[in-house]
């Protein structure tokens, strides 16, 4: 494989079922190294652009090149990858060890030698010997991970990982990929979770049904999005005008009991004063971390009116 070649290029994927579109044109580069996020809502297509990516079904169109080679060309340039999709597949009444061993059997090579370490790395050691069939979710997601690195990969291809997790088992899930990438494996992780993404990523493509708004670095996307406040005052009524008022006050929108927008802070301080002389009291007044939200429903409310959303996203591609 080519030494110099990308994890992952993607250029002009399609794929159509019939009348429907799955992926409609997705173009994305995956560097060494990355932690790629591949965010969108339910349906948004990263199952479906997983699995062309991983060879597991035919492009209509465009093309997949891992590390330089087309898994739909030769399997070769499956060579060092793995992954899997929605959620690996076991046989239940066969412990964990034994069926990674027949897996490793399968794939040949050192893989057999590599069970106990990728035991190890996937907390799964001591129930190891126990049938598959008895695993929580999250176990049998993390003996998913384990049966990926008997490959000994360097890329890894995960698709929602934490879904359908407890709070406990999204939280290992995390630190295990955190692990993956610390070794020195490039991930591309599929999510519907904002935070998520925030959270363990570097980059990030945004897909909503099929197409691709965004690919780039989340702090460039912050950039774009800029600084996202959170308001709670004693009479949101008042607060709204107020804020709509307010010049330099942009993309306010109101969810629960609390006003959300962007600003910047000499905007903000005239803002606050604007609020008291109005009658309405400060309750809260916080800069949010989750620009990413506030970005994601700007684009979601733009694609359900059937235009883009006005904010100035560059694609990269
Ligand atoms: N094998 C298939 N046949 C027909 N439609 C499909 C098939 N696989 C996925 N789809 C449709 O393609 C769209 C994208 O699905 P999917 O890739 O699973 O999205 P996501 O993983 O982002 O939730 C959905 O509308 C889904 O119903
Ligand atoms: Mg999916």
Do not use: W
Request: a negative charge; aromatic letters at 4%.
């Amino acid at each position: 494989m080519s030494e110099s070649a990308a994890p992952v290029e993607v250029r002009g994927l399609v794929k159509r079922y019939g009348e429907l579109t799955a992926v409609a044109g997705v173009d994305l580069t995956v560097e060494p190294g990355d932690v790629y996020g591949y965010l969108g809502p339910n349906g948004a297509g990263k199952t479906t652009s997983l699995r062309m990516m991983l060879g597991l079904i035919r492009p209509t169109a465009g093309q997949v090149r891992l590390f330089g080679r087309d898994p739909q060309v030769t399997v070769r340039a499956l060579e060092g990858v793995a992954g899997f999709v929605e959620a690996p597949r076991f046989y239940p009444y066969l412990s964990g060890l034994e069926n990674l061993r027949m897996m490793a059997a399968f794939d040949g090579g050192d893989s057999r030698d590599r069970i106990p370490s990728a035991l190890d790395v996937v907390d799964l050691a001591d129930r190891a010997k126990d049938r598959v069939g008895g695993y929580s979710h999250g176990m049998r997601q993390r003996l998913g991970i384990a049966a990926a690195l008997l490959r000994n990969p360097r890329l890894m291809l995960l698709d929602e990982p934490t879904t359908g997790l407890d709070p406990g088992g999204m939280r290992d899930m995390r630190e295990l990929v955190r692990r993956l990438a610390g070794e020195g494996i490039t991930v591309v992780l599929s999510s519907h979770l904002l935070s998520e993404v925030d959270e363990l990523c570097n980059r990030v493509a945004i897909v909503l049904k099929g197409s691709m708004v965004y690919e780039g670095h989340l702090d460039e996307l912050r950039r774009t999005a800029g600084a996202g406040y959170r308001l709670r005052t004693t009479d949101n009524a008042i607060a709204e005008r107020v804020c709509r008022a307010q010049p330099g006050v942009e993309n306010m929108r109101t969810s629960g009991a609390e006003i959300h927008f962007s600003a910047d802070e000499g905007t903000v301080g005239e803002l606050s004063v604007a609020l008291v002389e109005s009658g309405a009291a400060i309750l809260a007044l916080a800069p949010e971390h989750a620009t990413l939200e506030e970005l994601f429903f700007r684009l979601t409310e733009g694609e359900e009116n059937g235009d883009r959303a006005p904010v100035a996203l560059e694609r990269t591609a």
